[in-house]
């Protein structure tokens, strides 16, 4: 299995760009979240979908965010407009929620700049 | 509240000696406990997991945790560290039983000193 698969792994944009991250679960996996990791905020789960539903966007910092997951194998997550606060690395994971599983698996990341 | 803690932001260990990285968790209900590791530049790795069972978990890389009900406590332990082991270590805990949400620690910093 090629494991959770995430585009792109940099990205640099202006401040007010739109950005998009994408990424794809490992197949036959039920449930994804996306994470955002910075060295003050350590590491804050944003959004998590089960069954490409969204269950809990509690942690979506403002409404400049906004994550989609239209099919089992696809998601994104979109921010607009950037700031340069919101330079970090997202991280999107995957589960499978049945059994004894539960544990999460990640993706490389995606590093964002915001200039 | 449901909640994870880990006390130490740096653990320093000499390469051979056995090392212990600790977690204590708070939820309501049987715990579901994880580790996970992220070297630099790199996403977190799943170690190990307690759900039920032996007290005793063995994970990957030569890792085990020990899970203590009276103590809430989940320390990760390694009997004898590797400078390869240098990393950041986070303990989790999965907050209710049907919710797929796991919270995480703030995570330690793993030095294993040559």
């Known amino acids: 299995d090629a494991g959770v698969i995430q585009s792109p792994r940099h990205e640099v944009t202006e401040m007010g760009q739109e950005v998009t991250l994408r990424c794809k679960p490992i197949?036959?996996?039920?449930?994804l979240f996306w994470y955002r990791q910075t060295m003050m905020r350590g590491l804050e789960l944003l959004i998590y979908?089960?069954?490409?539903?969204?269950?809990?966007d509690s942690g979506m910092p403002e409404d400049r965010f906004s994550a989609k997951m239209p099919n089992a194998s696809f998601s994104t997550l979109k921010i607009q407009p950037s700031e340069p606060r919101d330079s970090a690395v997202y991280f999107c994971?995957?589960?499978?929620?049945?059994?004894?599983?539960?544990?999460?698996?990640f993706g490389p990341g995606t590093r964002l700049t915001v200039t | 509240a449901q909640s994870v803690a880990q006390p130490e932001d740096q653990v320093n260990v000499a390469e051979g000696n056995p090392l212990t990285v600790k977690c204590t968790y708070s939820?309501?209900?049987?715990?579901?406990l994880f580790w996970y590791v992220q070297y630099p530049n790199r996403g977190l790795q799943f170690l190990l997991k307690?759900?039920?069972?032996?007290?005793l978990v063995k994970g990957s890389y030569g890792f085990e945790a020990e899970f203590n009900k009276s103590q809430t406590s989940f320390h990760l332990k390694k009997p004898s560290a590797l400078v390869s082991d240098s990393a950041l270590y986070f303990c989790?805990?999965?907050?209710?039983?049907?919710?797929?949400?796991?919270?995480f620690g703030k995570g330690t910093r793993l030095h294993i000193l040559p």
């Open positions: 994971a995957s589960s499978l929620a049945f059994g004894e599983s539960y544990e999460q698996y």
């Open positions: 197949s036959g996996h039920n449930s």
């Open positions: 979908f089960n069954n490409n539903v969204p269950i809990d």
């Open positions: 939820v309501s209900g049987n715990p579901y």
């Open positions: 307690y759900i039920t069972g032996d007290n």
């Open positions: 989790a805990v999965r907050v209710l039983p049907r919710d797929d949400k796991i919270i």
